[in-house]
């Protein structure tokens, strides 16, 4: 069940493969995150001693937690990834133009995961072809 999809890393770039990850949180922010208090429009990925973490991953505060359990909302995130995906990732964004990006965020098994995205960014006349692709696909459905 998906919670949040990030729309602009899917018109902003060239997804060239997909990994499902999960994500170390607090259980406010789990919370929060379950009645769709998250953002990932500004939010990367990036590795940092052979581990992932995930910055701008903003996670409002959920409304009912105690004083002394609050969390800060723009804190970084640890990515819970196997050892051989993370060297596929870093050997992927050795290459010049390639970056990793949170597409969904999404709840399976009741435990939340995150589908990360390592991605090339389109270029202008590609992201035009995009939004002609898309324009074709409204038109279809109206006339259905």
Known sequence: MSIVNNRKAY???????EFEAG?????SEVKSIRM????LTDSFIYLKSGEVWIKNFKVARYKQTHLSEK????????????????????????DK?????????????NKLKVKIGVV???????KRQS???RDVKREMQRGL
């Open 71 to 94: 969390h800060e909302d723009n804190r970084e995130k640890k990515l819970l990834l196997t050892k051989t995906q993370i060297i596929k990732i870093s050997r992927m964004m050795e």
């Open 36 to 39: 769709g208090n998250v953002t």
């Open 120 to 126: 090339k960014g389109k270029k202008l006349y590609d």
């Open 11 to 17: 018109f902003e770039y060239h997804i060239i493969e």
């Open 131 to 133: 939004i002609k692709e």
């Open 23 to 27: 994500i170390v949180l607090l259980g």
């Open 97 to 109: 133009g390639i970056t990793c990006v949170p597409l969904q965020v999404f709840s399976k098994n």
